[in-house]
């Protein structure tokens, strides 16, 4: 049973424009949300968290929203550049109970010049 | 300040063998969580240390095991290998107190063949 899903494989976009990575999840006891981003040959880096006592976080280019109701989040890269070419890895975990992380399959993002 | 280290970076081992991945986290971290990636499966998450200790642990049968020593370094063991065990697996290292911290900072992987 996937707790953490990530229905997109792959994702396109042109230079400049926004890219939006979605992430559904089934627990509703989940309580803290990550994304990392991961080039090849490389291991995950950290991009942006969010709690869920928030509805929003923003770091620079990056902006993850979050939908409790719909146990959905979003990460916004706006805008999008050639080098945000890699493989987005969305995480949640109940952070109370002090669980791991639960990973979705990820998403390749291709940003085309 | 030094990252995450793994070693070997790659390894090819035959059906039957055992092998054992090492990782050192980064300096002052102490917790150590281990996954398991592979294609189309994205990472699944095998086990945590802190303070030699296991915290977390996931659904991986016992043939998956790990340690974490004094000074953080964590091993992990795979037992009778099997094909299926073919992936690379990720370290990661966090500063954390009683509760995970789960901004991870991830080593580059152990890509691990079985033949």
């Known amino acids: 049973d996937q707790q953490v899903k990530q229905n997109s494989p792959s994702l396109s976009v042109q230079e400049g424009r926004i890219s939006i990575l979605n992430c559904d999840y089934t627990?509703?006891?989940?309580?803290?949300f990550l994304w990392y981003k991961k080039y090849p040959a490389e291991g995950p880096t950290f991009l942006i968290s969010i709690s869920s006592i928030k509805d929003k976080n923003e770091d620079g280019r990056f902006t993850v929203f979050l939908n409790k109701s719909a146990k959905h989040l979003s990460l916004h890269i706006v805008p999008s550049q050639p080098g945000d070419s890699a493989v987005y890895f969305c995480a949640a975990s109940d952070y109370q109970a002090g669980t791991a992380l639960i990973f979705g399959k990820g998403t390749t993002l291709s940003v085309s010049s | 300040k030094a990252g995450v280290t793994q070693t070997p970076r790659y390894l090819i081992k035959t059906r039957g063998q055992q092998v054992t991945l090492s990782c050192s986290p980064i300096s002052g971290h102490r917790s150590v969580s281990w996954y398991q990636q592979t294609p189309g499966q994205g990472l699944q998450f095998l086990f945590e240390?802190?303070?030699?200790?296991?915290?977390n642990k996931g659904n991986f049968p016992g043939r998956f095991s790990g340690r974490q020593f004094s000074n953080s370094r964590s091993e992990m063991n795979v037992s009778t290998l099997e094909l299926g065990d073919s992936a690379l697996y990720l370290c990661?290292?966090?500063?954390?107190?009683?509760?995970?911290?789960?901004?991870?900072?991830f080593g580059p992987g152990t890509r691990l063949t079985v033949t």
């Open positions: 240390y802190f303070s030699e200790t296991q915290r």
């Open positions: 990661a290292s966090s500063l954390t107190t009683e509760r995970s911290s789960y901004e991870q900072y």
């Open positions: 627990n509703s006891m989940f309580d803290y």
